[in-house]
């Protein structure tokens, strides 16, 4: 009885995650084709509707959860799902002529397939290995290689046991052939668990998937990087520009508007790629780390293999992804530089409209302390002339004053009341100011 509250509606998805893609059981001798397809532009239902060539009954919902293994008559195939690829795995019996001490022995035509399904598959190849288990003693194990050579092929091999205690030997030559698959084989000795001979194949194949898929990220790197030398270009022509006092704001700041959006488009275009591959070359590091791999002496081991082959490559894409960081950010000091010297010219700007406003209103002071002057004089003017008035008035009615003499000596008094009027006034503007 469940006495736990309600579960949460992913916690069964998540919960079985980890059983999602179990390793293959396998039991050596065996032959392992493995054909990786991008998946872009197809949908789920065409691959199921591949598979049913095999399964009639399979279903949609089988498919769900990105992985499907058909037990088929004499043979098993998985099918495996991923964001950007789809893995097509084949585990059928080895043919007789395909054992130790044949010389590139030739397997395709023994796959027990329809005739033609592989080539239907929907989606565009990137990835095609023909993987083979045998059992094989490996006691001595310079003896082991030398037959593993023949197996191959002519080209120089890459070899190593692998585990700790060293259990097997994987040797390939990372050659894609004329038939569109490379090769790899590995040797384990009689007795190697079904498991174990899972666990190593899913090792060696996802190795070399995730590898290849790395590598997607060097030809969009190299593409991005041509993009980038002109950019920087125009960037340090923006910026000398800025040294000059004469300059265009206007014009420069189109120019870096545009750098800037031609940046972020790179950018926006690209970043997945370079994030998928550092992803992936991750992945590659850790399988490598899993083999376990100990050298034989004379051949390079996978890693050592990877180490100089693919390490440049990544390298390339991750200094091109920070290269094309440090342009945005270098971009975005340019834009503050011209934003400050805007600022700085804008400021000038009102700096020399506030003293020319400062000027206009001394200017206007003296003008108006100019004009009250005239009108404390006016204004006494008038004063003095009614007072003459009044006193003529007095005058024609009978008092012994002399208009004139009268009139004169207010003068000073008026003048005064008047300025005193005046000031009051100013005072009382100013105060309310």
């Not at 002529?97 to 033609?116: F, I, T, V």
């Not at 300059?247 to 545009?258: M, P």
């Not at 991750?282 to 399988?287: D, E, I």
Request: glycine share 4%; charged share 25%; hydrophobic share 45%.
């Amino acid at each position: 009885m469940n006495q736990l509250p309600p579960d949460d509606s992913e916690r069964a998805l998540l919960h079985n995650e980890v059983h999602a893609r179990p390793s293959a059981r396998i039991r050596i001798p065996a032959f392992i084709l493995l054909v990786g397809v991008f998946n872009d532009g197809i949908s789920r239902e065409q691959e199921c509707e591949h598979l049913r060539q095999l399964q009639p009954d399979l279903s949609l919902q089988d498919m769900q959860g990105n992985f499907v293994r058909l037990r088929m008559n004499g043979y098993t195939l998985k099918w495996e799902r991923h964001t950007e690829f789809t893995r097509y795995s084949l585990v059928q019996s080895l043919p007789e002529n395909a054992a130790l001490g044949s010389q590139e022995p030739e397997l395709l035509s023994h796959l027990k397939l329809p005739q033609g399904w592989l080539a239907a598959i929907p989606g565009k190849t990137f990835s095609a290995i023909k993987l083979v288990m045998l059992n094989e003693d490996l006691t001595d194990p310079q003896l082991a290689l030398d037959q593993a050579r023949k197996w191959i092929g002519d080209a120089p091999v890459i070899a190593s046991r692998m585990g700790n205690p060293a259990h097997s030997l994987v040797a390939t030559d990372f050659k894609l052939r004329e038939s569109g698959f490379e090769r790899i084989l590995v040797l384990a000795p009689h007795g190697t668990s079904q498991s174990r001979a899972g666990r190593i194949s899913q090792r060696l194949l996802e190795l070399e998937t995730y590898r290849l898929m790395a590598l997607r990220g060097l030809s969009v790197a190299k593409v991005v990087s041509s993009h980038l030398g002109q950019a920087e270009k125009e960037l340090s022509d923006i910026i000398d520009y800025l040294a000059h006092k004469d300059c265009d704001d206007q014009a420069l700041l189109t120019r870096l508007i545009e750098l800037a959006a031609a940046v972020e488009r790179m950018t926006a275009g690209h970043a997945y790629r370079f994030a998928a591959t550092a992803a992936y070359d991750k992945l590659v590091s850790q399988r490598i780390a899993e083999l376990r791999e100990s050298p034989i002496s004379g051949t390079q081991t996978i890693g050592e293999f990877m180490k100089r082959r693919l390490s440049p490559a990544m390298a390339t894409v991750a200094a091109t992804s920070q290269r094309l960081t440090l342009l945005s950010e270098r971009i975005n000091r340019a834009s503050s530089l011209l934003r400050t010297r805007v600022d700085i010219a804008t400021e000038e700007q009102n700096r020399m409209l506030l003293e020319k406003l400062t000027k206009g209103q001394e200017l206007q002071l003296r003008l108006q302390s100019t004009v009250e002057g005239l009108s404390i004089a006016a204004i006494s003017y008038y004063v003095v002339s009614l007072l003459l008035y009044a006193a003529k008035a007095a005058k024609a009615a009978g008092l012994a004053i002399q208009p004139e003499v009268v009139a004169g000596s207010l003068i000073p008094m008026v003048l005064w009341l008047v300025w005193s009027a005046t000031r009051r006034i100013h005072a009382r503007l100013y105060k309310v100011v």
